[in-house]
């Protein structure tokens, strides 16, 4: 046969067993001998017989009979598979636990009666040849095992039933036992997450009708297609479903795995999936429910049955009672949901292995067994009946939820999800949109007023869901109201969050000044010294320089340049050395004692003449000091400059190697930035607590994931290099620098094209080569989402993989060339080009634009980030056509924009903030680069004083009557002709005034404006936008007015002699129109001058 025992399994399972019949705890003790028998019967798909002879051998095996006695085992068998079983015949058990092998070969002329006879005696000799251990339910049909059951009857022996000691015993997996069930798992999640998933996805989309049963079937067909892209990683002969799949919607629903899916077409609610891959006679299971349009109290139950599941979870650890995992399972229930105790199902799940369920291992009230570790559970969490409010249809009112999981226990901590399909609300919900329903419109909206939260800046942005949903969102008006709120909002926050930040004081850490020498004693006492010449001391970095006849140490650092030059005979050698004062505007050194004196340069003289009898110059002593005090600076600053590198490194932990084969794993990789200068390919890996890269060379870089601030996974749509990118929280060295951003890529198809190359639309090389490219294309992309889905499995979710939405990028100049900006759910980015953009959505305050003008093809955009301290970035030469769709964007992600005409010097802007925040929030905060503010503000006075009038229109007799005056002269105001003023204006120029008296009546006016509008504009920054403290004390004072009871003609006279004001200004010289340009903002601001 070309099956082969696997001797070493069998001798050590075999050991195990024995060890546990020689203990003599439970029914153990009463056994005597153990018997299992299995016949032929193809309906039989569990059974604890051959569940044992697949945990032994490996293999089902049928009309054979196993006999377990104190000091043999036997095999009763046809021919060849006593072939088979002959290497077993070795005993490798060198302790002698484990008895030897006696193989008997079926004997069908006497029907078996000498080999039943001999197995007799074996038993009768074992212990005291009585009790008989056996599985009491599996009794299968035959001719052979009716032969083998008379022959039992015969010998009355007592049977003890060991169904549960076996199940019990079998449970805990070993890790080639655990590496098969990760694998059915792995397939079990995919069939659901890449299969039915979708198609129960195209099924909504297309409103198509399609039957339970027949969705079943095609799931038992993909495992049954030996070519299905499912099964590519395993032996397609060892895989089958434990269960004909299960799905149920429309109301009827049992949560129980012995169902058969009705005929009946999948309704669009609530739709329980259930299924499970048997890989190499190991079972798996997942559960999920997909919701469509649920309610809201719906989603709320969901999250909380998962909630639930990770507390199960977490509790079913090694030592610890199955009945206390669902103890405390139900107290949960009893405190934060109790409505359901009586719809939540009855258990919450079972063990697993060769076979599906294990009747005495039940997370259930009764089971007093233990967990250990290696066990497999299938834990499941359910809840039938429950009603849902404003269901579409009859069928939709009655839901329920089911959700299955296949864990592994663990010793000391929570067990390990196996089956890694995401299930959370967002992963698993549906939301139809419906543009002729007014009601989902209404919910919509009124879900999106409950939690904007949802829909902003959340731990994950949902851009594209927003635009989804957001149906009326979309107009002008509803974006301009929420940016208004936002503005409102952000100010609040920016000035609690300084204030709460003033506590938290950075010590600046001050370097210690170098010295050359601690003591004395430590002076070379070289001849060159002693000599007074220049002498380099390359050890101490430090040269020895004569000064007044005494050799002098300087340390290197306190060298600032040196230089050499030849002067006719003479050598000079220039020293320049750092002094206060002499680097303004850099990092200046520190100096202990600023007061003392400091030496700022010496210059050496040498001769270049050789004197007779001389080997050398006297100058080659300068020479010589002058390349080695270069080289030794040179030194000195990489040195520096590295450690300037590393100073602000947080320390990592280190990365802890996994030694399982099946680690998630991309190989030819190119990473950027590159290690060393040649660009090298190497391996990714996943381990248990990071990635590890490593170059064909041998060079090593590792990324922990509690390091990782965003993972990214860039497809090649559209590309020509497929990439996985790291932005970490922070900084690594590698490289000899620090990295902020590590990516890992591979190239697809050609980066350049030949354009001499003769090409024809036809040329059957060309097509070739597109379709390998478009084959490889698909081929890299599977094998990186691949990647990034067993990374997300293996972490449990700790870390999850980002792509960017390509529909909704756009162009921009983040660096230096254009390249295509794509937002992603956490951060907007451009990834392709080197280096790359990576702005974190959740750090930015505010977006400001810049340019923005009809004349101009584009515009700029800054992002000024919550820490006002951190430079702002900026993205420029944005098309203008692409406005109105950054600005939606913006809007759907909760983040407030302004923009303006003009740019902005934002390092003195922010300068400002930094250095006086509460003045800045005092005075309007972020408001003055708003443009709407101003405007809102002149409506808002225009409203007051409209409300104002009204007011006193509905007082007594008195108060009409002086409405009356009121109105009488404003009717007087609004009757004087544009005539009356130009000749005001006339006889104000004619009234031979000279310069110091119009210059007496300017700082009038500015006295009665007061200061505080000069002030307003300097806070702007110079951009023309900064009037929100002049509007402020322009409306109080025309608030004043009122109370008074002062007539508002002069702002009436202010409208009417503006135009009449700058159209003589236009004409004349520039001596004239200073002199208008002062009378005319007298007109406009001292009402006794208006009057005049």
Known sequence: MSMKVDKDAFYRRAKLLYSTWKEKEALWAKMDAFVCAVGVDEEVVYSKSTALQAWMLGYELTDTVIVLTEDSILFLASKKKIEFLRPLETNLDTSKTVPDIKLLTRDKEDKDKKNFGRIMEAIKGSKGGKNLGVFAKDKFPGAFMDLWRDSLKKESFEQVDLTSCFGYLMAPKEETEISIVKKAAGLSSDIFSKYLK?????????????????LCKDIEEQISNKESKLLANVDKSAVDMCYPPIIQSGGNYKLKFSVVSDKENLHFGAIVCSLGVRYKSYCSNIVRTMLVDPSQEVQDLYTYLVSLEDLIIAKLQAGTKLSDVYHAAIENVKKERSDLMDKINKNFGFAMGIEFREGSLVIGPNCEMKAKKGMVFNVNVGVTGVSQKGAK???????????????????????????????????IAIFLKDDDSDDEKENLDNNMDMDPMNYGRGTRRGAIMDQKLRTDSTTEQKRKQHQKDLLAKMNAEALQRLKEGKKEDDKVKVRKAPVSYKT???????PEVKELKIYVDKKYETIIMPIFGVPVPFHIATIKNISSSVEGDYTYLRINFFHPGASIGRDEPRYTNPEATFLKEVTYRSTNIKEPGELTAPSLNLNTAFRLIKDIQKKYKTREAEEKEKADLVEQDSLHISSAKGNPKLKDLYI???????????????HTNGFRYTSIRGDKVDILYNNIKHALFQPCDGEMIILLHFHLKNPIMFGKKKQQDVQFYTEVGEITTDLGKHQHMHDRDDLAAEQAERELRHKLKQGFKGFCEKVEAVTKGALEFDSPFRDLGFNGVPHRETVLLQPTSSCLVNLTSWPPFVTTLEDVELVHFERVQLSLKNFDMVFIFKDYAKKISMVTAIPMTMLDHVKEWLNSCDIKYTEGVQSLNWGKIMKTIVDDPEGFFDSGGWNFLDPESDGEDEDDDDSDEDETFN??????????????????????????????????LDSDESSGKDWSDLEAEAAEDDRDRGDGEGEGRSKGGGSGQSNNPAARREKERRDKQREKGKSPKKHKSDKNRTPEKSKRHKSGDRDRDRKRDRSGSSHGKSPKKSRR
């Not at 989309?205 to 027949?214: N, P, T």
Request: glycine share 12%.
């Open 198 to 214: 979708e198609q129960i996805m195209d099924i909504i989309d297309g409103d198509k009708k399609k039957s339970h049963s027949k």
């Open 951 to 984: 007011m006193s229109g509905g007082d007594d007799d008195g108060d009409s009557g002086e409405e009356s005056d009121s109105d009488e002269d404003f009717s007087d105001d609004s009757n004087i002709s544009d005539e009356e003023y130009s000749e005001e």
């Open 520 to 526: 004395p004693g430590l002076l070379p006492k070289e």
């Open 393 to 427: 249809d009859s069928k939709g009112k009655n839901v329920a939820l089911f959700i299955g999981d296949t864990v592994e226990v663990k010793e000391g901590e929570g067990g390990q999800l196996l089956t890694g399909s995401k299930k959370k609300v967002k992963n």
């Open 672 to 686: 950027r930035p590159n290690i060393v200068q040649k660009r090298l390919s190497g391996t990714l890996e996943s």
